[in-house]
């Protein structure tokens, strides 16, 4: 008979090996915290389940498993239907000019203060555990806990929605989601329902050429603009209705990636963005936002050549200037991942008094969404509760019950009016929410489009037409990769047919890559116009030369030279950036015979994840190293991404005249130590074209 541990005395097993894996147990004593079941009774033994005899069957008696494997069975709760990946952080947000002229709100009329936040950026298509690197466009979620009630800044990373109507909002998710026979793509917009639907659907095109961008590729999270795309309102202590359209300007200024970047960066790190955010926060270096603003009014929005309640729309910064009034710091990671980042609960209607919506109709699909989604994945009315959730300012009323109320109210009267219980809470019409008096034409009901919502080329024409060549370049390698995935023919042909009533010279381009003919143009709903270009709406062209907040990878091997490796080091480092060292291994000996550790092995860093790359390599493992393809990819990768590279002679000898890789410019020797770190805050786009064929 096989001999079995007696765990039923504590004392006997303590601090001892054993169990198939020889596991060492540390037990609690009289002053270390004690497990307990959900009813605080102590855990003696959480190895092992109440058996009848060592090899005998578990008994139901066995109350400590049951509630554990309860509790793990009832682990996850649904996934957000749409933005299900994503990641967050708390912060705070400080006015810095009042806006008392045109609001109420304290949120926007109090200066210096520093109010809390919890931010949550998003991808949108993907499950949770999709990759952070897809084509697309990006949740940009602010929750503001002011003093008036939450105000939850829901917004995106692009200025402009693919739809006009919320009532289209299940198709669009539809066709982008994988499709329902097969269950794939995972989070990619590159398959025939999604182009299908979108080609069918003229009011997409601005968004999808944004899509078709870089935009949709961002550096980091840190890196990328938001935008609330609809117009709110404000309203001050007269009454006065001021449209507003909110942006957030990333302090880093806006990057991205490029497409092969990011197919890559996809396998070599799935959550490229989330340890980003992680690990700039770990270092200090917070992530911060200006907010802005573009103000108008009802008299000045009729002069404008499109209706800036179509959501498809953008008001060009250069016809309504963004006036900064505030800040966002992202100062903490949060403790737990799903008390907070997957509870939190963000609802377009949440505004305090002051802030108002306009008439957009997508808005108004929004305004009944988002608390809908909510009590379907938190899964009660009070999930409002939850700490994330809750104001952080005094709040009351009378509503009651419900699944996990967590609140006693300790009176008779939950109903209004009443006059028993003088302590329960009234309205105020002093300090309440108003809405504008806005006064109505005598319309006609019915389901209408207005006719001002019908032209959707222009401003998808002027973005276009707006870009540097490489942007442009970008452009229509991402429509010709997309439509590449398209399998069927008529799909792509429609799409073509809308590319020529964008711009002709793009349909040329995709049409050839394609290998297809052009076909007739769709005939446009308004006259398409030629808007004035706009420097705004551009990627590379408004992408700072810097290298704060950036990342420089730096190869080293057994016997490299500590003293040029620290020289790099502390150059990128005073210049904002921050530095990996990469390794065959994870220790390293260096020529002064100091063992350090390294950030990351070779294998598992490809240059992708790096802005600009430096190696620092001794003859005999350059000689090495020159047989292994992830450090041949290593310096392919960071070339053709157009990046700085600064190598030492037996890098040069032995890696870089094996590659297709010219000494231009932005390929330096080490002792360029100057120009390596000027390079490195840009990119050289020259090199591109010759490197990849682009559309
Ligand atoms: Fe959303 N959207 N959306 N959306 N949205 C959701 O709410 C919806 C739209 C945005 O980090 C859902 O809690 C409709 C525009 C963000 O938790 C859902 C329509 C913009 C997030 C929903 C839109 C957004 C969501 C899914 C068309 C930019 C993530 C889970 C009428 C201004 C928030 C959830 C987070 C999430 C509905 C269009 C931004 C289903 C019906 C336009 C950033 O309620």
Redesign the pocket.
């Known amino acids: 008979m096989k001999k079995s541990i007696d765990h039923t005395d504590p004392a006997k097993t303590m601090n001892t090996t054993y169990g198939t894996g020889g596991e060492t147990h540390q037990r609690a004593d009289a002053d270390t915290a004690a497990l307990t079941t959900q009813q605080g009774v102590v855990i003696a033994d959480n190895q092992n389940s109440l058996k009848a005899g060592s090899l005998g069957p578990t008994l139901l008696e066995d109350f400590v498993l049951r509630e554990k494997i309860t509790h793990f069975d009832h682990e996850r709760i649904p996934e957000?239907?749409?933005?299900?990946r994503?990641s967050?952080a708390h912060g705070y947000f400080e006015l810095t000019e009042s806006l008392e002229a045109y609001t109420t709100a304290k949120i926007l009329t109090e200066t210096g203060k520093q109010t809390p936040l919890f931010t949550?950026?998003?991808e949108?298509s993907g499950s949770k555990g999709a990759k952070d690197t897809a084509r697309e466009?990006?949740?940009?979620?602010v929750k503001v806990y002011t003093d008036e009630g939450i105000w939850d800044l829901?917004?995106?990373n692009m200025p402009i929605?693919?739809?006009q109507?919320?009532?289209?909002?299940?198709d669009?998710?539809h066709a982008l989601k994988p499709e329902p026979d097969r269950g794939f793509p995972q989070a990619s917009s590159a398959h025939d329902t999604f182009w299908d639907f979108v080609s069918l659907t003229p009011e997409t095109m601005h968004n999808l050429i944004w899509t078709m961008s870089d935009r949709a590729l961002p550096r980091s999270y840190r890196m990328m603009e938001g935008?609330?795309?609809?117009s709110f309102r404000l309203l001050n202590k007269d009454g006065k209705s001021t449209f507003m359209r909110y942006h957030w300007k990333p302090v880093l200024g806006v990057q991205s990636t490029t497409w092969d970047e990011a197919v890559k960066i996809g396998g070599a790190d799935p959550d490229y963005h989330r340890r980003d955010l992680f690990e700039s926060i770990e270092m200090g270096a917070f992530p911060e936002w200006e907010f802005g603003v573009q103000l108008f009014t009802e008299e000045e929005a009729a002069q404008f050549p499109f209706d800036h309640l179509d959501?498809t729309k953008l008001i060009p910064e250069e016809l309504v200037p963004v006036k900064i009034v505030g800040k966002m710091v992202l100062n903490r990671y949060p403790d737990n991942f799903f008390a907070e980042t997957e509870q939190?609960?963000?609802?377009?209607s949440h505004v305090p008094p002051g802030i108002d919506f306009s008439n957009d109709p997508?808005?108004?699909?929004?305004l009944?969404?988002?608390l809908?989604?909510?009590l379907k994945?938190l899964g009660s009315p009070n999930f409002a509760q939850i700490p994330i959730n809750a104001p952080k300012c005094p709040f009351a009323n009378n509503q009651q019950d419900g699944h996990m109320q967590m609140q006693v109210p300790k009176t008779r009267a939950l109903y209004d009016p009443q006059s028993l219980d003088p302590t329960r809470p009234r309205e105020s019409v002093k300090r309440g929410f108003e809405s504008f008096k806005e006064q109505l034409d005598d319309g006609v009901k019915g389901r209408v489009r207005a006719e001002s919502f019908a032209d959707h080329y222009s401003q998808s024409r002027m973005f276009y037409r707006s870009q540097t060549p490489t942007d442009k370049a970008h452009i229509a390698s991402a429509f010709t990769f997309e439509l590449g995935k398209v399998d069927t023919p008529h799909i792509r042909t429609r799409m073509l047919g809308h590319l020529i009533n964008i711009d002709e010279s793009l349909a040329n381009r995709v049409a050839d890559a394609l290998g297809m003919e052009l076909p007739e143009a769709p005939t446009p709903q308004a006259p398409i116009q030629d808007l004035p270009e706009s420097k705004a709406v551009q990627t590379i062209g408004v992408t700072p030369k810097t290298l704060n907040g950036r990342m420089v990878g730096i190869l080293v091997a057994k016997g490299s030279k500590r003293s040029e490796i620290e020289k790099y080091e502390s150059a990128a480092k005073v210049e904002g950036a921050s530095v990996k060292i990469v390794a065959p291994g994870r220790e390293v000996v260096l020529d002064d015979g100091t063992r350090i550790q390294s950030d990351e092995r070779i294998e598992g860093a490809p240059s992708v994840l790096f802005d600009a790359v430096v190696s620092i390599i001794m003859p005999e493992q350059a000689k090495k190293l020159a047989h292994d393809s992830s450090t041949l990819d290593w310096f392919t990768d960071a070339y053709v991404h157009c990046k700085a590279i600064a190598y030492c002679g037996a890098t040069d000898e032995f890696i870089l005249s094996k590659l297709p890789i010219k000494k231009d410019a932005f390929v330096t020797p080490l002792s360029d130590i100057e120009d390596f770190i000027n390079n490195a805050k840009t990119r050289l786009w020259e090199r591109e074209p010759k490197v990849r064929d682009l559309a």
């Open positions: 957000r239907v749409v933005h299900a994503g967050a949550r950026f998003s949108v466009v990006r949740g940009f979620a829901v917004g995106n929605f693919f739809i109507d919320g009532i289209k909002f299940p669009l998710v935008f609330g795309i609809h959501a939190v609960a963000f609802c377009a997508l808005l108004h699909g929004r009944f969404s988002y809908d989604t909510q994945r």
